[in-house]
């Protein structure tokens, strides 16, 4: 029994080196009584070979039931884990998918509220009749434009075939001409120039694109409503696209103590979308009071993800 308890409760090496050193010591005591009782020396034998078979039954049992005890307890040990495992990816998989929701929502929603502030204020304060007229059918075709994206959004949301590396956005509902037109026609003095063929770029990097150019128009009529120039240049690269989107609204702080205006969400947002498709993105002001958004994508960064949607538009 105690035998078995050690192979059991222990391990496999107790068991053995407890059944060596109970077999040392029968056969230490055979050997000291055969020298004291020589007449004895079969019935010592015998008893000794007896012992040892018991022990060993006793060990052979208890390796059995141990290694059995050992195996479940390292089943549901791997059982926990697994489902410890299973709920940090899953939290960290919920995570990632908040940010990028509240990346598109971002991207979506903003542009399209600010570009209606932008003429609805433009509204207000202009006299003449007919431009505020213009000014309030532009609204609704922006406000339309912004509900037709959101109902796209939603119901890419519920695609369950949806990849995981895909756009939440459908990507062809966005393109760098109608974020330009949206912020001219709110009255902001965009100039887009693109060097290169733009259509070439697979769909995926086109929408990546298009989302940036528009983000960053969007934080120009947040924040620099007095610009007099902003400029848009797309350079299409045989392995990247750059993007410069540079206005000259940016003005000087006269309270240090005044902290930024704004939420905080655009930058990290387009820095996001940017390093998404293997990008990087650079933001802030330069000479001349001039703020400006720098970004190179590569174009074969993700080519086995973009060759999926490649036959999309922009």
Known sequence: MAIYAVAVYRSVLSCWIAFATATALMAVYTAVASLAEPAAWNYLITS????????????LIGINVGNRRRYLEAIIDRSRQLLVERDQQA???AAAERTRIAREMHDIVSHNLTVVV???????????????RAAT?????????????????????????????APLAPIESASV???VQSAQRAGFPVVLRVEGGLDDVPAEMRFAVAR???????????HAPLATAIDVRIGVRGDAVDLDIVNDGVRPRTDAADPPTGAGFGLPGLRERA????????????????????????????????????????
């Open 48 to 59: 000794l070979v007896s012992g040892a078979i018991a022990l060993l039954i006793g060990a």
């Open 91 to 93: 939290r960290l998989g």
């Open 212 to 222: 940036i150019v528009q983000e960053s128009l969007t934080n120009a009529m947040r």
């Open 137 to 165: 059918e532009q609204i609704a075709v922006t406000a339309r434009g912004a509900l037709t994206e959101m109902r796209a959004m939603l119901g890419v949301l519920r695609d369950p075939d949806l990849s995981p590396d």
């Open 118 to 132: 932008a003429l609805a204020e433009g509204a207000t304060a202009t006299p003449d009749t007919s431009r505020a």
């Open 275 to 314: 390093a998404h498709v293997g990008g990087t993105l650079e933001a802030g002001a330069i000479d001349g009071g001039r703020w400006a958004v720098r970004a190179s994508l590569p174009l074969r960064a993700r080519a086995g993800t973009m060759s999926s949607v490649e036959e999309n538009g922009p």
């Open 177 to 179: 001409a109608d974020a």
